[in-house]
């Protein structure tokens, strides 16, 4: 009785002492990536849930009583941000797409999630964004919620919910049609779009996920699944709740609509070239390349990577990704994880550097430039004060070796230490 009674006391106390006092850090480490650029001899400063100051260790006074952080030959960076998950699907070789999509029940699927969520975070990933959870319908939302609450760990979320297609074109397919088969997202056309936009934002979509083409062609290929103007009725709906419309789109013409109607970001982009990569510059719109999706699919698919010739989708992947870099369209870091292991989200990040991007713009892909893609530059994806106290540490230089990302030591998501590997 009497134990139970200090265990009472010892808690009482310290729920007294973390409410009075919010807990206070003083970082450093041998560099310091705020974002845009990598600096030397910096200490960052947190109290609460802020980064209260971040610069030179010689003007930024140590707090008294502040917990010290430093791992050697260790670099902070800011809370990365994984672009393009989905974090309802795991890899296709443990069990493929039309498997999950069918077969599982949402509760299973939510059951996983919450782990994918988990690895996602303790990756280094604070934030993502999540590009719809191809049959679990809101589950996302609820995901979302539960990490908001703190019931379980995961990274800051904004999510599709069941994401749009038009009428045919998607999948699971090739089932008798006798049976109707739930797809992997909600199918709309023409003036119904304007409702199932409405009842998307309803139930607690963030931004609305279109698919402004999908392999339907002819001969399997990519060919856009909606008008012009169907895209531009969607946008235009999306846009008056104060939303944004992203399209998942391979083909040049489904982009170049895509473009035209006011899309926000553009998915996967296979057939992309320097003249569509300018539209989209000169529109502001953001290209997430998904290299890593096409690259693990053909894995497997059966691809030997490094040892049986490359498939074709591979090198036209690399050709094409060239041409964005040419254009100078910003591109951002979201790989389509789920494809592959939550937790190697870094995976995209190394590919993208072997396909020919600067170390130094992935890096800055994954923090700045999805932060401002995202409308979220004044909370995350820098080092600066008055942001969000998401912090990561790893060991060596990510600017040198982006894969120096896998070795995580550190991860802190709202002032809250999730890992801590002393
Ligand atoms: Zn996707």
Redesign the pocket.
Known sequence: MKRYYLLFVISFLSFLSSAQAPSKYYLTADRVFDGEVMHEGWAVIVEGDKIVAAGPKDKIKEPTGAIKINFPNSTITPGLIEG???LFLYPYNITDWDTQVLKETDSYRTARATVHAKNTLMAGFTTARD??T?GAGYSDVALKRAINEGIIPGPRLMVAGRAIVSTGSYGPKGYDHDQEIMLGAEPADGNDLVRVVRDQIGKGADFIKIYADYRWGINGEDQPSFTLDELKLINEVTRSSGRVMVC?AKSKEAIKRAVLAGAETI??GDFIDVEIGKLMKEHNVTYYP?VS?VDVISQYRGWKKGVSAEPANVTNKKKSFKEALASGVTIGM?G?V??YPHGENVLEMELMVEYGMKTMDVLKAATSVNARTFHLENQVGFVKEGLKADLVIVTGDPSKNISDLRKVKFVMKDGVVYRNEK
Do not use: F, Q
């Open positions: 393009h998950s989905h590009l719809g191809e998942h998915e996967h998904t999706a979201g389509d789920g494809v």
